[in-house]
């Protein structure tokens, strides 16, 4: 796939000596919501929205709309029981007449912030359960205490059974304990907690779809992107998403806010853009999403743009399944000026690339690059969300017609400000001189690799004929986000970037190579539990990145891991042999991809990207805790509210940022709550 995860260690960098001018905004602009166990929970401000046209403000309400409609899925999708215990959760805050100021059932609370921040029961990153820290006593009473007619019951369903049912899988770690399992030498997905397959192995799963491939076929659809896959009666069966399958009630409200937004589309284009999704939401047919994919990459006039549906795959193990998401957008013109000059030299980037010769496009076609300002963020996208994305993620649509990236300004802006003077680059960073690099150059070259990753290094390369675009499998998303954080990292280092005027001194790019090692290396483990090893696809990437090139670089001390006062540092001495073997690194990630190397992926990711040094572990989470600081963001939306006249007429959309967390995932509970506990 194709979307930046921003980890939060690049924006505390960023922040780290931030100018003081910033104050002025902060001051009328709280960015900081909330914070609970080791999440903190910002606002973004949607700039310049007010100066949009009335019918492009109300096309983004409506757009938003479709996008909240489809919350509910996305909980389903990760875990079969999301909701019950979602609405169980929720019924017990508004209602429980005890005692609202115990240890209890503030720690229940805690937990309802926790599955609200991860669309359910598993950590949004790590993706493991987390278990809560009030008793099972604790919840039997309090859900016991409250009208039965305000509780989640199926059908003939008792209290005593809701909790009964409920119980165990909220406090036994072995149930359910990993939503997305990546771990070597079992069966990925009986030992994942999703709601994508039911009843079926990974073997299964595997042959079910080879079978359905034929490797002659140049433009193959995106096999399961769009149903869960199960058995009925011992065969196997696909359960389509769609109108009239599962979740229809959900997508029926989508499709419902996508015909209103057709009506005030800013172009014809854009028009044909939403009313073929909606075909595909009514039919479930990849082939229609194919089309719908073109229309939208290859309309590139209109200002207001969205993703809604489907669309990325890392909630898979096998990376095949689509999580539902949706971010709703317009382009921000002014600083895309940045994004049009890289993909305008998309070619000669190509072209000079590192990689060998038979693996470059011959013809770059299709680029785009954009940066926008999120305008509502929904499902996979919230409340944590990408920094940038790049769609669509079909290699033959990719080829054929190109791919759309964007950078979301606004996003980075929130995690800088509200970074301001927290003491991370004074405790983790080598000296001064980094330090001061950071200041000058870090939130600059933090988007321009965001930019590069996403409008070139997704972008670039292709695959060998009949190389299968999932012939890597598990181990496919590491290596696709290596090989784009690889492609921005090699060229921010190189001179034509000084003289595209996309930085402005020729050693600014250094501020992003020692955040991305230093990351890699370390500071990123302050998302990882003691004791474990990492299974994201991203914290894998970066990782694998950093340990690859740090076990060839400490040969001749380009890179140094040193110790002072009993304290581990990164220190840098020669960050162009460190860009070599970034080049070097790119190359061979690139033949992987190329020809579908399994083994060859295997072997680097298990070697480099997985293990953790528990000792450098243990330490680094003992320097993180004394700064009081939380490893993950996510984000509350903004309000926007249709202004009528007495004739019914809309005559306005506002806007407004005075929801909290809790009011506005409780609202979106009421409002955008569609399926049954039983999908």
């Known amino acids: 796939m194709k979307k930046l995860i921003l980890i939060c260690m690049s924006s505390l960098l960023m922040a780290c000596g931030a100018e003081k001018s910033a104050s002025h905004s902060i001051k009328e602009f709280k960015y900081s919501v909330d914070k609970f166990a080791d999440v903190e929970i910002l606002r973004y401000r949607v700039s310049d929205f007010e100066n949009l046209s009335l019918k492009q403000k109300e096309l983004i309400f409506y757009l938003s709309q479709a996008a909240l409609e489809g919350r509910d899925i996305l909980y389903d999708q990760n875990n079969k029981y999301n909701l019950c215990i979602r609405r169980t959760l929720e019924a017990v805050f508004e209602n429980y007449k005890g005692d609202r100021k115990s240890a209890d059932f503030e720690n229940l609370?805690?937990?309802?912030?926790?599955?609200?921040?991860?669309?359910?029961?598993?950590?949004?990153?790590?993706?493991?359960k987390f278990i809560p820290e009030f008793s099972a006593a604790y919840f039997k009473l309090a859900v016991k205490s409250i009208d039965p007619g305000k509780l989640p019951l199926s059908k003939g369903e008792t209290v005593e059974e809701l909790i009964v049912k409920l119980t165990p899988i909220l406090f036994d770690p072995e149930i359910f304990s990993k939503r997305t399992n990546q771990a070597e030498g079992v069966d990925l997905i009986q030992t994942s907690a999703n709601n994508l397959y039911e009843g079926v192995t990974q073997t299964e799963v595997e042959n079910f779809y080879l079978n359905m491939k034929n490797p002659n076929d140049n433009t193959p659809i995106s096999y399961g992107l769009n149903s869960k896959l199960m058995k009925e009666n011992g065969k196997l069966v696909e359960k389509t998403y769609k109108v009239g399958g599962m979740y229809s009630a959900a997508i029926q409200r989508i499709v419902n806010w996508l015909e209103k937004a057709a009506n005030v589309a800013e172009n014809n284009n854009q028009r044909d853009v939403i009313l073929t999704l909606i075909d595909f939401y009514k039919t479930g047919n990849l082939k229609t999403y194919d089309d719908y994919s073109i229309k939208w990459v290859e309309d590139l006039t209109s200002q207001i743009d969205f993703v809604n549906g489907f669309t990325e795959t890392y909630g898979d193990p096998l990376g095949l399944k689509g999580s539902w998401e949706s971010l709703?957008?317009?382009?921000?013109?002014?600083?895309?000026?940045?994004?049009?000059?890289?993909?305008?030299?998309?070619?000669?980037?190509?072209d000079n690339s590192p990689v060998d010769k038979q693996f470059k496009k011959e013809k770059v076609k299709g680029v785009s690059a954009k940066v926008i300002t999120a305008a509502i963020l929904a499902g996979d996208c919230y409340p944590a969300t990408p920094i940038g994305i790049n769609l669509p993620n079909t290699n033959w649509i990719?080829?054929?017609?190109?791919s759309k990236s964007v950078t979301i300004e606004n996003i980075t802006k929130a995690y800088d400000q509200a970074s301001l003077g927290n003491g991370f680059a004074e405790e983790f960073m080598w000296s001064?001189?980094?330090?001061?690099?950071?200041?000058?150059?870090?939130?600059?070259?933090?988007?321009?690799?965001?930019?590069?990753?996403?409008?070139?290094?997704?972008?670039?390369?292709?695959?060998?004929?009949?190389?299968?675009?999932?012939?890597?499998?598990?181990?496919?998303?590491?290596?696709?986000?290596?090989?784009?954080?690889?492609?921005?990292?090699?060229?921010?280092?190189?001179?034509?970037?000084?003289?595209?005027?996309?930085?402005?001194?020729?050693?600014?790019?250094?501020?992003?190579y020692y955040q991305f090692l230093m990351n890699g290396l370390m500071t990123q483990l302050t998302r990882i539990q003691p004791d474990k090893n990492i299974e994201e696809a991203h914290m894998r990437n970066r990782q694998l990145i950093a340990s690859w090139v740090y076990e060839r670089a400490k040969v001749d001390k380009s890179i140094e891991m040193i110790t002072r006062n009993g304290e581990t540092f990164v220190k840098i001495n020669d960050y162009q042999k460190v860009r070599a073997l970034f080049g070097q690194l790119l190359a061979?990630?690139?033949?992987?991809?190329?020809?579908?190397?399994?083994?060859?992926?295997?072997?680097?990711?298990?070697?480099?990207?997985v293990k953790v040094n528990q000792t450098l572990h243990a330490e680094v989470l003992e320097r993180y805790k004394k700064l009081n600081l939380a490893p993950y963001r996510g984000f509350v939306n903004p309000v926007y509210t249709l202004v009528k006249n007495g004739k019914d007429e809309i005559t306005d959309v506002t806007i407004s940022y005075n929801e909290d967390y809790v009011e506005q995932h409780l609202r979106y509970s009421k409002e955008f709550s569609s399926l049954n506990t039983n999908n």
């Open 588 to 609: 061979e990630i690139q033949r992987i991809k190329s020809t579908g190397d399994y083994e060859g992926g295997k072997k680097l990711v298990e070697t480099y990207g």
């Open 328 to 350: 709703v957008n317009f382009k921000n013109i002014e600083a895309t000026k940045r994004t049009e000059i890289i993909s305008s030299n998309a070619q000669w980037f190509e």
């Open 398 to 402: 990719r080829r054929d017609h190109g």
């Open 432 to 512: 001064d001189v980094e330090r001061k690099r950071a200041k000058d150059f870090a939130s600059m070259t933090n988007n321009l690799h965001t930019d590069l990753h996403e409008c070139l290094g997704h972008g670039s390369g292709k695959l060998l004929p009949g190389v299968d675009p999932d012939a890597l499998k598990a181990y496919g998303s590491t290596i696709e986000e290596a090989r784009a954080d690889l492609f921005g990292l090699y060229y921010m280092g190189d001179k034509r970037i000084v003289e595209l005027g996309l930085l402005p001194d020729k050693d600014a790019y250094k501020a992003e």
């Open 109 to 128: 609370t805690t937990y309802l912030k926790r599955v609200w921040m991860g669309n359910g029961i598993h950590h949004h990153y790590s993706e493991e």
